[in-house]
């Protein structure tokens, strides 16, 4: 099963993604976590993605799509994948419908996590990250047993550098830009799926399922 994860910055498609990549036993593959891998290692990729990254402006395509392309290639992904944050742009979608046209392959779904702009900046000032393995909280909404310390790993948690309320600012604007006319593109397709994000992380879930089927 191939699916994609649209929605604003914040809707919550990282969470839903790891819910789904676990319970269907396929990889997730966030171009939010490659960059920010590299960033924390330093790479050249790293380096030019950040400069984007901070300004809550995207990254460019060409630095982005032949990652994609390249990763889905891969063994474990025979089965299947969930991409959350791409593709993000009308050419970046393109290039993926044609990369897997030339493997006899499709996306299934596009599911489209609906949140309203007014939900968004409560959610990502909230958002803590952790700095060893990625897993995302909420202070309110999703928190962690101990506070500021990871479930998962011990690691400690952060705010993302670009989840200060100016620079989500910026991303929203840049999603009903760049980002929400996939909306329409998946669409046309006839895969888009819509589920509502500002009910609970359970119910969201759920509702995916629903679309996925068990
Ligand atoms: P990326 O990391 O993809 O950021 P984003 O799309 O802005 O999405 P987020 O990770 O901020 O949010 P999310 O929807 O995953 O929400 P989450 O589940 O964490 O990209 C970052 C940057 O990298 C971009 O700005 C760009 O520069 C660059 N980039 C990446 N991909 C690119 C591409 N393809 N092309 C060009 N540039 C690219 O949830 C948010 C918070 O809400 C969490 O705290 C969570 O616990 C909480 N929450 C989740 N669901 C619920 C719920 N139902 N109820 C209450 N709280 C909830
Ligand atoms: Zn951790």
Do not use: W
């Not at 991409?83 to 489209?112: C, H, S």
Request: contains cysteine; charged residues 30%.
């Amino acid at each position: 099963m191939k699916i994609i994860m649209l929605g604003a910055p914040g809707a919550g498609k990282g969470t839903q993604a790891k819910k789904i990549a676990d319970k269907y036993s396929i990889p997730h593959i966030s171009t939010g976590d490659i960059f920010r891998a590299n960033i924390k290692n330093g790479t050249e990729l790293g380096k030019k993605a950040k400069a984007y990254m901070d300004q809550g402006l995207l990254v460019p395509d060409e630095l982005v799509v032949d990652l994609v392309v390249d990763r889905v290639k891969q063994d474990d992904c025979a089965d299947g994948y969930v991409l959350d944050g791409f593709p993000r742009t009308i050419p970046q979608a393109e290039a993926l419908d044609q990369a897997l046209a030339g493997m006899n392959e499709k996306v299934d779904y596009a599911i489209n996590v609906e949140v309203p702009d007014e939900n968004i900046v409560n959610r990502m000032s909230g958002r803590r990250a952790c700095v060893d393995c990625g897993a995302t909280y909420h202070i309110v909404y999703a928190p962690t047993k101990q506070e500021g310390i990871c479930d998962k790993c011990g690691g400690s948690l952060i705010l993302r550098d670009d989840d200060k309320p100016e620079t989500v600012q910026k991303r929203l604007g840049v999603y009903h830009e760049q980002t929400q006319p996939l909306i329409d593109y998946y669409t046309q397709s006839g895969i888009l799926r819509e589920v509502d994000g500002t009910a609970e992380i359970d119910d969201v879930f759920a509702a995916i399922v629903e679309i996925l089927g068990e």
